[in-house]
């Protein structure tokens, strides 16, 4: 969603960087163009003014005038503000005293309350609660159905004693799903209201009833994140008929410029506390205003990388692949497999490599990353036989051709698979060893200044252990060698070899005349040549 924002940042701070001190014109420069980004992004003109004013004057002041890196002080000063319009700090669930803590959602039709709802109650589900849906949306037609789809997708039960398609009283509803939960243990209540078209009277004077008969602990405003500044007229809307705690955004994957998320907190005061960023039940956290600013400024977001991966993959999977990776045995084709299953429950490929930090100059080839090819090689490896997946050596001309037929791909796939994976096997097989190649310092690893006389000594080593063509030579070599053999074999059975003097042996050695003894030359007249 930020991508346009991103990018524009991005280049307004390369234009900085390489500069030892800023002037008066380069931060207006800078000021203006970050002015434009925010404008272009859909920011709400007051959010962008006071943006500005806030850069300007921190940019002016000591921090940045006595920094040795200007460039990196406003870069620092341009996150802080972010996160500080983003909301500063993640805003928890508050948990009511005596359960159940009841939560409403309230939001403008086709922002996505339904699917959210669905999200919420796995999301709460994982954190050890048992959440229970409320069907409080009996006016669209079929809004019910849904809900209970949802929440069977969810695994969370729904409370819905009316058919809805405009049957039913919603107020009534809300206040006997309460009861029903404190009766069957649930300690969380999430009330899916209906959606109003605009500002419709009616259907806001129905969500402030629904407010008043159960008093919710937490009340959601649902919004649409892709509808732009109108988000903010909504919001403030909202606000006033009905009031709320604090703001869910939808549809943050969507290729909208994202003015909403910079605008609704700063105008209605209300914190941003979840996020959806896509279709799946999974696509859904709290909204956390630092890691968001990082991921605007092309920083990544390093931190709910780790969050998801441990909320996906299972303790034993983790220590079973670590062991694997750890263990003398070669690296087969089906641990390889395993790894790309457990990095795909992790989302889509692109996903992944934009939390990554820098990753915002190479959005082109991410954008052209299609996960359909993992599918592929997971057609080609599942077509091959346990023992080709273990010994991918044997598979040969006539085994590939099967292979591809097998998984409905051409031989040169898997050509290109086979040859992948024997240069994978042998960087891993590296790395076990101790260090990888061509890295200076480590371990099994050679710098670039000495990868000319290593290669020099490996060839010398190889020359002398070569054996020659002549019968004759040939004999005296393998001779002398055997001689050698049986001189170490006598040396190892006797005691440890002593060394030579001056080096730990008994007698201290003799320097030869010119060294110390008494022949040492007078060096205190000497003049050395000049160059």
Same mark, same amino acid.
Request: net charge neutral; proline share 6%; no cysteine.
């Given at each position: 969603?930020?991508?346009?924002?991103?990018?524009?940042?991005?280049?307004?701070?390369?234009?900085?960087?390489?500069?030892?001190?800023?002037?008066?014109?380069?931060?207006?420069?800078?000021?203006?163009?970050?002015?434009?980004?925010?404008?272009?992004?859909?920011?709400?003109?007051?959010?962008? +003014?006071?943006?500005?004013? +806030?850069?300007?004057?921190?940019?002016?002041?000591?921090?940045?005038?006595?920094?040795?890196?200007?460039?990196?002080?406003?870069?620092?000063? &341009?996150?802080?503000?972010?996160?500080?319009?983003?909301?500063?700090?993640?805003?928890?669930?508050?948990?009511?005293?005596?359960?159940?803590?009841?939560?409403?959602?309230?939001?403008?039709?086709?922002?996505?309350?339904?699917?959210?709802?669905?999200?919420?109650?796995?999301?709460?589900?994982?954190?050890?609660?048992?959440?229970?849906?409320?069907?409080?949306?009996?006016?669209?037609?079929?809004?019910?159905?849904?809900?209970?789809?949802?929440?069977?997708?969810?695994?969370?039960?729904?409370?819905?004693?009316?058919?809805?398609?405009?049957?039913?009283?919603?107020?009534?509803?809300?206040?006997?799903?309460?009861?029903?939960?404190?009766?069957?243990?649930?300690?969380?209540?999430?009330?899916?209201?209906?959606?109003?078209?605009? &500002?419709?009277?009616?259907?806001?004077?129905?969500? *402030?009833?629904?407010?008043?008969?159960?008093?919710?602990?937490?009340?959601?405003?649902?919004?649409?994140?892709?509808?732009?500044?109108?988000?903010?007229?909504?919001?403030?809307?909202?606000?006033?008929?009905?009031?709320?705690?604090?703001?869910?955004?939808?549809?943050?994957?969507?290729?909208?410029?994202?003015?909403?998320?910079?605008?609704?907190?700063?105008?209605?005061?209300?914190?941003?506390?979840?996020?959806?960023?896509?279709?799946?039940?999974?696509?859904?956290?709290?909204?956390?205003?630092?890691?968001?600013?990082?991921?605007?400024?092309?920083?990544?977001?390093?931190?709910?990388?780790?969050?998801?991966?441990?909320?996906?993959?299972?303790?034993?999977?983790?220590?079973?692949?670590?062991?694997?990776? *750890?263990?003398?045995?070669?690296?087969?084709?089906?641990?390889?497999?395993?790894?790309?299953?457990?990095? +795909?429950?992790?989302?889509?490929?692109?996903?992944?490599?934009?939390?990554?930090?820098?990753?915002?100059?190479?959005?082109?080839?991410?954008?052209?990353?299609?996960?359909?090819?993992?599918?592929?090689?997971?057609?080609?490896?599942?077509?091959?036989?346990?023992?080709?997946?273990?010994?991918?050596?044997?598979?040969?001309?006539?085994?590939?051709?099967?292979?591809?037929?097998?998984?409905?791909?051409? &031989?040169?796939?898997?050509?290109?698979?086979?040859?992948?994976?024997?240069?994978?096997?042998?960087?891993?097989?590296?790395?076990?060893?101790?260090?990888?190649?061509?890295?200076?310092?480590?371990?099994?690893?050679?710098?670039?200044?000495?990868?000319?006389?290593?290669?020099?000594?490996?060839?010398?080593?190889?020359?002398?252990?070569? +054996?020659?063509?002549?019968?004759?030579?040939?004999?005296?070599?393998?001779?002398?060698? *055997?001689?050698?053999?049986?001189?170490?074999?006598?040396?190892?059975?006797?005691?440890?070899?002593?060394?030579?003097?001056?080096?730990?042996?008994?007698?201290?050695?003799?320097?030869?005349?010119?060294?110390?003894?008494?022949?040492?030359?007078?060096?205190?007249?000497?003049?050395?040549?000049?160059?």
């Amino acid at each position: 969603m930020f991508e346009t924002l991103s990018d524009r940042l991005t280049s307004v701070f390369s234009s900085l960087r390489g500069k030892g001190r800023l002037s008066e014109e380069d931060i207006n420069a800078t000021a203006r163009e970050i002015r434009l980004a925010l404008l272009e992004a859909d920011v709400a003109l007051p959010v962008v +003014r006071e943006f500005i004013s +806030r850069i300007k004057e921190r940019a002016r002041g000591e921090e940045v005038s006595k920094a040795l890196n200007p460039a990196q002080q406003v870069i620092r000063i &341009v996150n802080e503000e972010l996160v500080e319009i983003l909301g500063g700090e993640t805003r928890q669930v508050r948990f009511a005293k005596n359960p159940p803590t009841v939560i409403m959602l309230a939001g403008l039709q086709g922002a996505g309350k339904t699917t959210l709802a669905g999200k919420l109650a796995k999301w709460m589900a994982a954190d050890r609660n048992t959440p229970l849906l409320v069907a409080a949306d009996l006016q669209r037609p079929n809004a019910v159905t849904q809900l209970q789809v949802v929440g069977e997708r969810a695994g969370a039960p729904v409370f819905a004693p009316e058919p809805g398609n405009g049957v039913g009283d919603p107020v009534q509803v809300a206040r006997e799903s309460v009861e029903h939960a404190r009766r069957n243990n649930h300690n969380v209540v999430i009330i899916d209201t209906a959606g109003r078209l605009g &500002v419709d009277s009616e259907l806001m004077q129905q969500a *402030a009833d629904i407010r008043d008969a159960v008093t919710p602990d937490e009340i959601l405003f649902v919004v649409d994140a892709m509808i732009g500044q109108d988000a903010v007229n909504t919001a403030q809307a909202f606000l006033d008929g009905v009031g709320y705690d604090a703001v869910a955004l939808t549809k943050l994957d969507g290729d909208a410029r994202g003015g909403a998320a910079l605008s609704i907190r700063h105008i209605t005061g209300r914190p941003i506390m979840f996020a959806s960023t896509g279709e799946k039940l999974e696509d859904f956290d709290l909204f956390h205003p630092d890691r968001m600013a990082s991921r605007i400024l092309d920083m990544g977001d390093v931190l709910t990388l780790i969050e998801q991966a441990q909320r996906t993959f299972d303790e034993a999977e983790v220590e079973k692949m670590a062991s694997t990776m *750890a263990s003398d045995d070669d690296f087969t084709l089906d641990d390889f497999l395993q790894q790309m299953s457990m990095v +795909r429950k992790l989302g889509p490929i692109g996903n992944l490599l934009g939390m990554m930090p820098g990753m915002g100059q190479m959005r082109d080839q991410i954008d052209n990353i299609d996960d359909k090819d993992l599918d592929r090689i997971q057609a080609i490896i599942q077509s091959m036989t346990p023992g080709e997946r273990s010994n991918p050596k044997s598979i040969n001309g006539s085994r590939r051709l099967r292979i591809a037929n097998g998984s409905g791909t051409q &031989v040169s796939d898997v050509n290109g698979l086979v040859t992948r994976f024997f240069e994978a096997q042998k960087m891993m097989r590296k790395m076990k060893n101790g260090g990888m190649p061509g890295m200076p310092g480590m371990p099994g690893g050679g710098g670039g200044g000495n990868r000319k006389k290593a290669k020099a000594q490996a060839k010398k080593v190889k020359k002398g252990k070569q +054996r020659s063509g002549n019968p004759m030579k040939a004999r005296q070599q393998e001779a002398e060698r *055997a001689a050698e053999r049986q001189r170490r074999q006598e040396e190892g059975g006797q005691q440890a070899p002593q060394l030579p003097p001056g080096l730990g042996g008994g007698d201290q050695p003799t320097l030869p005349p010119g060294l110390g003894g008494p022949n040492m030359p007078d060096l205190s007249n000497f003049k050395f040549p000049k160059k």
